[in-house]
């Protein structure tokens, strides 16, 4: 009969070797690494981002005119700033504006980027691939250099948009000065901010339309279901959050859009294409008022935050209901 040995019979086990020196200083480096490699990011984000904010804000509460921005010794005024702007009936019409703005453009974008997307997943292989390539062509565009094309496409002597609808009939576009209205301005911004912000949702949609499984468009088609009602029950539920997520970033991207209205218009004629972030800019440069353009730009990020609140808590209430 075998019996197991006992404690004493066991072989003796040596223990394991203490590290090196070497390994044991190496270890606190290895846990701040990390840290090393992001910090750059960080203070660089800091800098450009939360300085700027914060200081804004402090001058949004000062005196600061342009005596101020050259010998310095800006007063402390309180809210006097956000009372002179508030109190301001143009304030209030470029707000409305800008709300317009803004509500326009990410319809337009979400329901011609959804279309777009839509039609890539149906497109061949090759078509797709030309598709998504003059996609990312619009998309990579500089702003500048888009906004100067669309400054050409609508000259008025020399435009190729006056030209082709003259060659269709339309004797009256001939050398129509589409800047000097302010709803053909506004249609040109809409349309140039349109262009360059479809193919991020439409290449972004399309991502997420390849991650729907194939089986469940296969049993809305067994069950009768058109495209509508397949694209209602099956694609949106599906990509729901997405669809939420372009959105915010399209308010954001829209909201805050500055570039293209100052080099086409410079918020103009008569201020019709003046939205928030130009409002702030004339102020802030024209007038040489910078508190109040300081103020201006707070409450714009106070009102988008707001609409962004809003879209997201919307979000997540449907999500909870489902």
Known sequence: MLTAP???SRPAVADPPPPPRGRRRRRPLAA?????LVAPTVVGTAFLLVYPLVRNTVMSFQHFGLGELIRGGATW????NYRTVLDDPEFWTVVRRTLWWTGLNVVLIMVLGTLVSLMLVKLGKRMRLAVMSGLVLAWATPVIAATTIFQ???QS??????????KLGFESYRDYAWFAHGGSTFAILVTLVVWQSVPFAAL??????????????ESARIDGAGAWQTFRLVTFPMLRPLFALITSLEVIW?????????VISEGGPNGATTTLPVYAFQIAQSLHKYDLGSAVSTLTVLILLGVLVFNLRRMFREEAAQ
């Open 6 to 8: 006992n404690a004493a």
């Open 32 to 36: 701040v690494w990390p840290y090393l």
């Open 77 to 80: 005024v309180g809210l006097a």
């Open 152 to 154: 050409w496409l609508f």
């Open 157 to 166: 002597r020399f435009g190729v948009v006056n030209w082709l609808l003259v």
């Open 204 to 217: 972004t949609l399309y991502g997420g339309l390849t991650t729907i499984p194939a089986e469940l468009y």
């Open 254 to 262: 829209c909201f805050k859009c500055f570039a293209q209205i100052w």
